[in-house]
Antibody
Framework: QVQLQESGPGLVKPSETLSLTCTVS????????WSWIRQPPGKALEWIAY???????NHNPSLKSRVTMSVDTSKKQFSLKLSSVSAADTAVYYC???????????WGQGTVVTVSS | QSVLTQPPSVSGAPGQRVTISCTGS?????????VHWYQQLPGTAPKLLIY???NRPSGVPDRFSGSKSGTSASLAISGLQAGDEADYYC???????????FGTGTKVIVL
């Protein structure tokens, strides 16, 4: 059974860069799109970005150019960097696997990231 | 940006049937993009409940069913149970925004 686990700092200062890593276990990282999705407190889910195992990536235009994604297939990890963060970026961040049919079929447990000085 | 609109809450007594609507537009559901549904129990990650409009992943009871028509989709829960109390989200793709989009979310309350 594939499992995903997020890791990274839980507190980031305003204007700095948020960095998170997702480790995939129990299955291959190949041939799937791997995504980041976030959920601000009390709010709905928001798709941030995805990366394919070969490194091709796409991100939500609403985040402009603040998003960078990378993948390390040898470690079965993919990462998110979100620059110039503000309080509006405070959220639970989930990593998830996107199946071919477009649904997110596997999710990590989520990690809380707070942006505060 | 939630371009898929859901009612904030629906409620029903145990054993009853409730439905949750997901209203989109011509650039997402109306354009033919598939709709998926997720259940988020309190304090946990979302779980895929329905995929490609009306398909259940292995392990999801047949009390949950999905449908899609025009620019909207619906999730029905029959034989409502206390354990169904959760937030439910629809998800699709929007071609004008070029993003996967989620609904505003609906809290199901079991009376």
């Amino acid at each position: 059974q594939v499992q995903l686990q997020e890791s990274g700092p839980g507190l980031v200062k305003p204007s700095e860069t948020l960095s998170l890593t997702c480790t995939v276990s129990g299955g291959s990282i190949g041939y799937y799109h791997w995504s980041w999705i976030r959920q601000p407190p009390g709010k709905a889910l928001e798709w941030i970005a995805y990366i394919y195992y070969n490194g091709s990536a796409n991100h939500n235009p609403s985040l402009k150019s603040r998003v960078t994604m990378s993948v390390d297939t040898s470690k079965k990890q993919f990462s998110l960097k979100l620059s110039s963060v503000s309080a509006a970026d405070t959220a639970v961040y989930y990593c998830a696997r996107r199946a071919d049919y477009g649904a997110f079929d596997m999710w990590g447990q989520g990690t809380v990231v707070t942006v505060s000085s | 940006q939630s371009v898929l609109t859901q009612p904030p809450s629906v409620s029903g007594a145990p054993g009853q049937r409730v439905t949750i609507s997901c209203t989109g537009s011509s650039s997402n559901i109306g354009a033919g993009y598939d709709v998926h549904w997720y259940q988020q129990l309190p304090g946990t990650a979302p779980k895929l409940l329905i995929y490609v409009n009306n398909n259940r992943p292995s392990g999801v009871p047949d009390r949950f069913s999905g449908s899609k028509s025009g620019t909207s989709a619906s999730l029905a829960i029959s034989g409502l149970q206390a354990g169904d109390e959760a937030d439910y989200y629809c998800q699709s793709y929007d071609s004008s925004l070029s993003v996967s989009v989620f609904g505003t979310g609906t809290k199901v309350i079991v009376l």
